[in-house]
């Protein structure tokens, strides 16, 4: 697969390494590979990149950005249980994308011999907790939520999206659930949630 027309020629090769590092793994991509995808010098690669380690953990944090995987871009002017209920469903389409199981797979496998998953957690899954504690501290203020432990409240949410939907792809089982059940597991622990920790008002039940 070849690189149309980038804005750059750092992002050209950004672009081409994180294509062969997705299909290949990290182990079997060498600097000659990304030079030829990327229709540049393996001189004009190093000037841009120390190394092949540099160039993973770009390319790696570019394909998160692809898949906007953090959740900034979800209004915050929402209600808060809608907004709580977009993040499920947020999560649940990125986690069960082709590519984001590709690029789990590839951390997961470098991460024995390199610093890689901590990248990745760097890249990827800390900018999600990162936007969510911020939002879910801003409505405890509020008097909207009532959460003692915030960080553990977020993991509480994200823990439980973070099952079939990655779990089956990972381990190449086809989830034979309809992209309708998926929304609606979503929006069932967008509610969960909210009822959990709601503050002073009844919890309403959001159907999406």
Same mark, same amino acid.
């Given at each position: ?10 992002? +050209?090769? $950004?672009?081409?390494? +994180? ?8 182990? *079997?991509? @060498?600097?000659?590979? $990304? !030079? ?11 000037? &841009?990149?120390? !190394?092949?380690? *540099?160039?993973?953990?770009?390319? $790696? ?13 979800? !209004? ?23 590519? !984001? ?11 024995? &011999? %390199?610093?890689? /998953?901590?990248?990745?957690? &760097?890249? /990827? ?14 409505? *405890?203020?509020?008097? #909207? ?17 973070? +099952? ?7 381990? @190449? #089982?086809?989830? &034979? ?10 929006? %069932? ?20």
């Amino acid at each position: 697969m070849r690189i149309n027309t980038p804005k750059t020629k750092r992002e +050209g090769i $950004i672009e081409a390494a +994180g294509a062969l590092f997705i299909l290949h793994g990290y182990a *079997n991509v @060498n600097m000659d590979q $990304i !030079s030829k995808h990327a229709c540049v010098s393996k001189q004009t690669i190093y000037s &841009h990149f120390k !190394s092949k380690k *540099n160039l993973f953990t770009s390319a $790696i944090s570019n394909k998160c950005n692809e898949l906007e995987l953090a959740i900034e871009k979800i !209004s915050p002017d929402l209600d808060c249980q809608e907004y709580i209920i977009r993040v499920c469903e947020h999560l649940t389409s990125l986690l069960s994308d082709p590519d !984001s199981i590709k690029i789990y797979r590839v951390c997961i496998t470098e991460a024995k &011999h %390199s610093d890689i /998953g901590e990248l990745f957690w &760097h890249a /990827g899954p800390e900018k999600i907790r990162f936007h969510l504690i911020k939002y879910l501290e801003e409505q *405890n203020k509020l008097g #909207i939520l009532a959460i003692d432990n915030i960080e553990d409240a977020c993991t509480q949410l994200v823990s439980m999206i973070n +099952g079939q939907a990655q779990f089956q792809p990972l381990l @190449n #089982i086809q989830n &034979h659930k309809s992209a309708t059940d998926m929304k609606n597991y979503a929006a %069932s622990c967008g509610n969960v949630f909210y009822t959990a920790y709601a503050a002073k008002c009844a919890a309403r039940v959001v159907v999406t």
